[in-house]
């Protein structure tokens, strides 16, 4: 692993600190990797060392690159400068991902509390958007202003173009409200973008991995609350895909919800949209016949359909429709194949 | 294990199935055990079998008592009609304590779906309160008119006395928006009530345990979704105690929040309320001295700290800023001792 | 679930108890189950009811159907007769495999201490053979004496014929010691048969699940331990296969180590013994070419390869040497289709 | 995290790789680590970059140093350069413990393949012993010729001088059979050494931390295999202890499976043992009077005990004994503090 650490900016003391894996050699399969750009919290008073390096190495394990950006606190912590701080790392990480074997369409951003806020506006507002956010205990609303007066609300700019998000807290947590993360997901809701979240029973802010080296083993917190680290990488494999021969596979997880404004129809378009499309309607009706009224939700009859859980099925994705049919995986796919070739009258 | 069913309702078809772990004799620690109600899923049209026995099982490893009731369903539905299902049902447990060898003070409920209204309902507005709440994929808001026309939004009813929850459910559910999960979770937070959640990134609605004799392996679903069955067992360890000698051990994971609307004071109020009682300030100071100001929120410098900073201290809870400050847990033990003796002046 | 209890010998107090699984309807996939047969421990002195109910739970969990024999203790224990209890049990099981919905291929023992005596004597030198067989904490040597001095070794009887094991102790049980577990594996090393073993750092004998309802919490034992249980089934699932639609899945661990004994060839057979047969060898060659000189295990180069590295490629399985050769598992399919044509000269 | 490399032995190629954390300032409660010595498999002919780095991942995440030595390999691998090697990166990592935050007496070893056999080697006899041992698919009696001729079987040097050891491989390994595990461990029996071992069902050789970025997701491999990492963590936390305030808490599990061997009585030595003892006697008798007649294993009656089940009561340990008599865990610290004090006269 090799290790280089560049000052962005000598007058704000930012820099940004690379760990990078070997690729190629015995690592016959790999050319390049996905990245995390993790950012600590502080408060934007300071960068938390509990969160820098304990965070990269578990995201090493898994294969990852590994950088960590110390960006402008305290006094130098007013707005836009941290977020700019973000756009120079990230802008950096790409240009140079040929050099550091990264894919640079496959790195996301990890922040905590304050670090939490920054990577939400990187999601949110910046120029260089992440492929993917993991907000620990973020800052969200405008209780930031709490630890920087300028920093903005990011619930508002969350956007169809916000990347997939996994969002952690504890519901304990009284430095930063849960409510922080209640608000962004809701947003996230709005705009139909992925997203998976855990909010543990209790324990106290700024638990980094939650590691006895870094959060005292007498900590009163929720024996669930280390997960967020194993299901945070589980996560990442299925929006960026697994490490494959040579190149990633493909990911499992889409961006948004539903394809329902994708360019063109698939079978992660819901039931309903598709039908409502003449050639969609007819690749359907080729392979569904009027399956599409022997529905059994949770197993129910069709007998037993009442018209509301009819319009429950038009809300569903037509892929989970298919699956209730046992319709074979490859079935599916050439239903997919057929409809992908059908352009989204959007 | 014994097996017992009792029909509750001949005429609505509802009956109450509970399966009976032996106590006494090799089990010499266990003169009662905690319970489970669990409350199938199936629109209020049926009561789905995939999520009766199957969710019973791993409560029974974890040495729980497990009850099934199939409520009143499809003509039979109309509300109150299950809800009424429910008391009857709970009542009983709780009258039967001493013969089916049951804590009748750490019955929690498990709903699915549409079970899961059920299970908001009896947390909310039943008078046979359970003592904590699983809610799977659960409806809880109006969308319940869906599949019961007269069945009620349970969401305003969540208060002070609304038992502790344990949520869970996929990002994608179509059947059930994930927002009845995340508006429930926002009820709670505003009336202070203990809860955790885990919305999974992806899956269809229904999967109850995602055992592949439940749930197809082929299904397309987030592999962390079978966590929430252990997650769900940990977290009832947190809020009833665990199995101690003879009797259960002391949670450790309270109804609420904060402790600022209890009958006493404690280190689960909060650092400004306890402050804020002359008595209890002479307690915090004994022990404190000035500590108060030398906290390090996710490690940071008093120095350091600013007015929003130090108003977020007041939020935190007692206990935390004495963990931060390295008292040992039996010092934190003696505090707790001393302000439990000062009555809460509401 | 509907639970059977049928007395095998009233004079020895015998009895099997069958918790089934209901099958079909909503469980459209399931039309039978694999199944587990408990035996639990006592020094053929009694029948620990720790280590029968709590036991059958997390099998039922997965979807299998259980069964807990009772067999003869105390004064009944003179051997054979534990053995023929057991023979009446499974023989049982499988002429009722229809009525009680039990695949009768797919049948596992279960048993714990003495009772994992008595499920080595059932996996060694019964009549009616299990399909796979759970030790808990076994009795397997000579020790056995100590608890039933009729009673015979086990492991002499450990042949080609044995079915797979899974074997877990605590390296510090000092009532069965170590020792009889790992002069087991030996002896299923001899033999070429399968198996999975995890030796606990430390902990009593006797810990059943190691559930905080059936071991108290305050045990001084590994915090691995409770794993054995999700172990068990992962391996199961390997063994048996895994739920698919209507029928099991293919396994993907077979029951012995390599097919060098199989009726015909496979890529499970080691290379040096597929290309000692010259129709083998020409299929390997036809997709290998010279790679059989290309392999680099552990990531090594070919020209560091001594004889001695040599000649472990030859007693590797083909399998693993395509796998290295980074062969598509399609490719394998087919050397291995190809392969199973060619009958096995032994 | 600073990282140092440093040349051993120029003309030999060898090297020691440190990767050390920070310790202080926000890691308050750590002024030294433990640390791990990594030793890469390669057959003595290389040192595998894939059992390196990516294994030095995980216990960095853990809060422990990490070393890892390139030893002499390929024309330099002639008996005893690699573990000399192995002696001057111990040596030196002892004896900068003070500059480089290692506690001295807590460094484990963890040798994969043929460093499996180093690591084997350095725990039986070597003069800079490590305090612990980790061996993946350890090479450890006469196979290991087949990769460097010159070196030695470990096994007949297991003594009461080995550290504790924890051992995983795979029963279907090829290329390091498993019987090289299983020789060790019953080495280790002999020697009443602690351990810990998982034999897990099939997979290949060399599979590392079995991530998908160092071994193909396409390999068959059972799905256990990736958590003797985990695993390896927890029982370093119970040999080693686990962070505590300034220092590491008390470890849980003793080098030796009894301490019949120690300098004093304990619990920990057999009941047998210390009622040899006539002060030993005195102090058990004082705690239990005549409960010594009234244990339970597994929860048998006293009543049916047999003169055999007597004799295994007197094999087992104290400690397990005052367990089945459910006294608190300060009463058995009691009378471990009295037994304390008593020397055993071997």
């Keep these: 692993m090799k290790v280089e650490k560049i000052v962005l900016n000598e007058a704000r003391e930012v820099s940004l600190t690379a760990y990078l894996l070997d690729t190629g050699g015995e690592f016959r399969n790999i050319c390049k990797r996905p990245a995390v750009l993790i950012l600590p919290g502080g408060g934007y008073q300071f960068c938390s060392e509990r969160e820098a390096d304990p965070v990269a190495m578990p995201y090493l394990k898994a294969g990852y690159?590994?950088?960590?950006?110390?960006?402008?606190?305290?006094?130098?912590?007013?707005?836009?400068?941290?977020?700019?701080?973000?756009?120079?790392?990230?802008?950096?990480?790409?240009?140079?991902?040929?050099?550091?074997?990264?894919?640079?369409?496959?790195?996301a951003v990890i922040g905590f509390s304050a670090g939490g806020h920054l990577a939400a506006a990187a999601a949110t507002m910046s120029e260089n958007r992440p492929n993917a956010a993991i907000l620990g205990y973020p800052v969200t609303g405008s209780d930031v202003k709490g630890c920087c007066a300028t920093a903005p609300d990011t619930i508002p700019s969350v956007d169809k173009n916000t990347c997939p998000c996994f969002i952690f807290a504890t519901r304990t947590d009284e430095i930063v409200p849960v409510m922080n993360s209640i608000r962004f997901m809701e947003a996230l809701?709005?705009?139909?973008?992925?997203?998976?979240?855990?909010?543990?029973?209790?324990?106290?802010h700024g638990f980094s991995t939650c590691d006895t080296s870094v959060q005292s083993r007498d900590t009163t917190i929720s024996s669930r609350v280390p997960n967020w680290v194993a299901d945070s990488i589980g996560w990442l494999k299925e929006i960026f895909?697994?490490?494959?021969?040579?190149?990633?596979?493909?990911?499992?997880?889409?961006?948004?919800?539903?394809?329902?404004?994708?360019?063109?129809?698939?079978?992660?378009?819901?039931?309903?949209?598709?039908?409502?499309n003449p050639e969609g309607r007819k690749v359907v009706e080729g392979f569904l016949g009027g399956a599409g009224n022997q529905e059994r939700p949770g197993g129910q009859e069709a007998s037993q359909m009442?018209?509301?859980?009819?319009?429950?099925?038009?809300?569903?994705?037509?892929?989970?429709?298919?699956?209730?049919a046992h319709m074979p995986?490859?079935?599916i796919e050439q239903v997919n194949g057929q409809l992908s070739m059908i352009p989204n009258q959007r």
């Design 241 to 276: 895909g697994d490490f494959g021969n040579g190149e990633m596979t493909k990911p499992v997880c889409k961006a948004h919800a539903t394809d329902n404004d994708g360019e063109f129809l698939s079978v992660d378009c819901t039931f309903g949209y598709v039908m409502g």
């Design 65 to 107: 690159q590994a950088f960590i950006l110390r960006y402008s606190v305290g006094k130098h912590s007013v707005w836009p400068n941290p977020l700019q701080d973000y756009e120079q790392a990230m802008e950096m990480i790409r240009k140079r991902a040929e050099e550091w074997k990264v894919f640079s369409d496959k790195v």
């Design 329 to 331: 995986k490859e079935v």
């Design 306 to 324: 009442t018209p509301e859980m009819m319009s429950m099925v038009s809300g569903m994705k037509l892929r989970q429709i298919l699956e209730y």
């Design 189 to 204: 809701v709005q705009a139909d973008i992925s997203f998976e979240s855990h909010i543990y029973s209790y324990g106290p």
